[in-house]
């Protein structure tokens, strides 16, 4: 757990594939009375893992998470999901789950509204619905699953960034989809930061990988072409993250084009020990998991609703209290650079 091995903090945040396979998949994931109501030994507690895509760094150790967080209470765990992160690609998956009467649907949304719909009919289905990294609208879940809060998430990107190119020059943006939701608002707030402590940084352009390592490739080489005096990049994204070191570490631009942003350790390990990346930040997306599973947990058996105020506990993370519009938070992110990354494996 990240409160082993705490790094350097910056500022106020800082402080504190087809149809037959998901039925396969979530048809074994069924128990109890095929519901998502119920307490005690009767409780479904099986719970499916919907992330953006599959393949996805990021949601392997996030679901992996969940899954020992579900082996610690007795349930089922399943995950599913579309090989590509489209608005409307997480659709079909909760609708097959919901007709397989899982206990609980814990999602990670591509688009606030376009699977509101599907999660609505599973939710009258009595499946609960937990969002957890990227939220959809509050009136489509019962609980929302917060890495860190989006100002934090924000003022550490720009903090880095400021630090490594000496407050002053051109950055851009390569974000995720168009429409993911919490890289939309770290994004906004990011420009808000920036338009309020750092007149000296211009932001020349926010630009958009998919989650995909080859767009966001190209998106990086494309920037740095059309942007001659780019002195940083800020990718809130561990696909996007990735994808622009990699091709900055056999650049030109390695070391003369500063690169921060959201990314795992061991994606980042060796462009941080290569030099092309002086730091990162990121919350542990095994603990993301973990507390979005015991959450899932604790509204099957009705310990609680969603309701502000609620208290669980999950497991070994203690305890949790829900927040406004049904929000939990895990913590605080933290920033990785040569002094520290050789401390975390995930």
């Known amino acids: ?10 500022g106020v945040a800082i402080t504190a594939a087809a149809a037959a396979t998901v039925l396969a998949l979530t048809g074994c994931a069924s128990s109890g009375d095929g519901g998502g109501d119920g307490g005690g030994d009767d409780a479904n507690l099986s719970v499916t893992f919907l992330p953006k895509n599959l393949g996805n760094p990021y949601f392997d150790t996030s679901s992996a998470g969940g899954e020992e967080a579900v082996e610690e209470f007795g349930g089922t765990f399943a995950e599913v999901g579309p090989s590509e ?18 206990g609980a649907l814990v999602v990670s949304a591509n688009d606030p509204e376009a699977i509101c719909d599907a999660l609505d009919e599973a939710s009258s289905a009595g499946v609960k619905v937990v969002t957890f990294d990227s939220d959809t609208n509050p009136e489509c879940r019962d609980l929302f699953i917060n890495q860190a809060t989006a100002e934090g998430i924000a003022k550490v990107q720009v903090d880095l960034i400021a630090e490594q190119i000496g407050d002053a020059g051109q950055i851009a943006i390569l974000s995720a989809s168009a429409n993911a939701t919490n890289q939309n608002a770290w994004i906004e707030m990011m ?3 920036l338009a309020a402590s750092h007149p000296d940084i211009e932001l020349v352009e926010v630009v958009y990988g998919d989650d995909d390592d080859q767009t966001s490739f190209d998106k990086t080489a494309a920037l740095l072409q059309t942007y001659p005096e780019l002195k940083g990049i800020i990718s809130p994204t561990t696909v996007g993250i990735a994808a622009a070191a990699r091709y900055l570490s056999t650049s030109e631009y390695q070391g003369q084009v500063a690169l921060t942003g959201l990314g795992t350790p061991n994606q980042m390990r060796e462009y941080v020990e290569d030099g092309t990346v002086t730091a990162f930040a990121l919350w542990n997306p095994a603990d993301l998991g973990y507390l979005a599973a015991y959450a899932a947990q604790a509204l099957i058996t009705g310990e609680i609703t969603g309701e502000e105020g609620d208290t669980f506990e999950a497991g070994k993370l203690g305890d949790y209290e829900v927040g406004a519009d049904g929000t939990v938070l895990l913590g605080d992110p933290y920033v990785f650079d040569a002094d520290n990354i050789g401390d975390f494996d995930f």
């Open 1 to 10: 757990m990240f409160t082993k091995h705490r790094s350097r903090r910056f």
């Open 191 to 193: 420009e808000e930061e």
């Open 85 to 102: 992160a489209s608005p409307t690609s997480q659709v079909s998956f909760i609708q097959t789950a919901a007709q397989q009467g899982v």
